[in-house]
């Protein structure tokens, strides 16, 4: 029997009135030994993969017994091997709320659309592992793998598309892989830019800093993005687009923090060049600023170009709401 997309975006809507991560549950979740770590001990081993974590908090895990290997107590003293799997329980597992109000928009033989609410990790990441867009959809799509050609932030809102077989999902990786996707997004800033469009093009180390973020860095990947001012408010905050042209970590929100124009509800990229580490919004939290309002790409079988638009989110009309500085369009033509 033919599943539509109606029944989908209904079971979908049931998952907020219960959350899959929200029943406790033994999460266990695997340690992969890199070649680089071949004859140190696991403790080693651990404590050069995931600096971050303490030794004390590395002992109490294994004395807890939540170091595994084959279902057994690790010895934290074994040489590993490159290539070897060890596990992490997590007992008693209960995640952090999300937002669950995913809606397919579209669905074909090669790959499926969805609009991605926020908060929402897309795949499975420190706290989240059942809450999160991935484990989500599978509720609905059964044995069928969904493929992720490309992600958005937890915390961004928009188009998403995700691949049904193998071979759509190389198509679609390399057409991002090459920047031929086109991509709008809608951001709400803190400032007023200089002038009503602009580039930004410093570039973005590939490399994380404390805590996950992304900088700017002379040596980076190079990076651009184009933006249009569509709205300048009474309140010193403009509403924006967003072309960007390559397809960096927290670009948008990296290049216009850079700019000295963060990203409203941003909390990570704050105001004064301050930079924290990477952070899910609670459901409580205002929202993160932004959008992606349109996605356009080529069919991965016709080769004819396709093109999607997500609804616009609740802060966009809560923005048009407030006086504006000067008038402006928010229908501006896709370059």
């Given at each position: ?50 600096p ?5 908090q ?16 690790a ?39 969805v ?8 795949h ?12 989500l ?47 709008q997004?809608?951001?709400c ?82 105001e ?64």
């Open positions: 029997m033919n599943v539509t997309l109606h029944e989908r975006n209904e079971q979908l809507g049931q998952l907020q009135q219960q959350l899959p991560g929200s029943i406790p549950y033994d999460n266990l979740r695997p340690i992969n030994v890199p070649a680089r770590c071949e004859g140190m001990s696991l403790q080693e081993c651990l404590k050069e993969v995931f971050q974590v303490s030794q004390a590395w002992n109490s895990w294994f004395s807890d017994g939540h170091i595994l290997h084959r279902d057994a107590r010895d934290r003293n074994a040489p590993v091997k490159g290539g070897q799997q060890f596990w992490h329980l997590f007992p008693n597992t209960i995640e952090p709320e999300v937002n669950a109000c995913v809606k397919i928009m579209h669905e074909n033989p090669c790959f499926v659309v609009q991605k609410p926020a908060p929402l990790p897309v499975p990441s420190g706290r989240f592992n059942r809450n999160t867009l991935i484990s959809l599978a509720t609905v799509y059964g044995d069928e793998e969904l493929r992720l050609v490309h992600r958005l932030d937890a915390n961004t809102t928009g188009v998403m598309v995700l691949a049904r077989s193998r071979e759509a999902a190389t198509s679609l990786r390399r057409q991002f892989e090459s920047e031929d996707v086109h991509k997004y809608l951001v800033c803190l400032g007023a830019p200089q002038r009503d469009d602009f580039v930004c093009d410093q570039r973005i180390a590939k490399e994380t800093v404390a805590g996950g973020a992304r900088e700017l860095r002379s040596d980076g990947q190079e990076s651009r993005t184009r933006f249009r001012v569509m709205e300048r408010f009474s309140d010193g905050k403009t509403l924006l687009q967003a072309f960007p042209e390559t397809g960096r970590t927290n670009q948008i929100r990296i290049h216009l923090w850079g700019l000295g124009l963060p990203v409203l509800g941003d909390p990570t990229y704050r004064g060049g301050q930079r924290v580490s990477n952070q899910t919004l609670d459901l409580s939290d205002p929202p993160m600023c932004l959008h992606a309002q349109r996605l356009s790409f080529k069919h991965p079988e016709t080769g004819k170009n396709v093109q999607f638009h997500a609804d616009d989110p609740a802060w966009v009309a809560e923005r048009k709401n407030l006086p504006l500085t000067r008038s402006a369009s928010i229908s501006a033509k896709i370059d």
